[in-house]
């Protein structure tokens, strides 16, 4: 199997992550987070600073997941290059 094949063969394994799952996660987390704040503090953010708080939280966790999505990528293309490297030692040692 030459690179380009392993290759498509990566790009088409089914991701396990529902992203929309993933987001729902995010927007409950940054909520949380800022409720949180508030009952520790007891105060009330204005709606612009929970606004702001909210945004720039969820795009620090969407900066996490492209990071799981691009480690991901990485462990699979191992995976094929491991298989790869282990069907060819098989081969070598039946001849």
């Known amino acids: 199997m030459n690179d380009t094949n392993r290759e498509e063969k990566v790009v088409s394994i089914k991701s396990s992550v529902d992203f929309d799952i993933v987001a729902d996660n995010m927007l409950e ?3 949380f987070t800022v409720e ?14 929970r606004e702001k708080a909210m ?3 969820r795009n620090v ?3 996490k997941v ?17 298989a790869e490297q282990t069907l060819d030692n098989i081969v070598e040692n039946k001849d």
């Not at 704040?37 to 007891?42: C, Q, S």
């Not at 492209?66 to 491991?82: P, W, Y």
């Open 29 to 31: 987390i940054a909520e």
């Open 36 to 49: 949180k704040y508030e009952f520790r503090n007891d105060t009330t953010l204005s709606a612009e600073v």
């Open 66 to 82: 492209e990071e799981m999505k691009q480690r991901r990528k990485q462990i699979l293309e191992d995976m094929f290059n491991m």
């Open 55 to 57: 945004a720039q939280i």
């Open 61 to 63: 966790l969407w900066e």
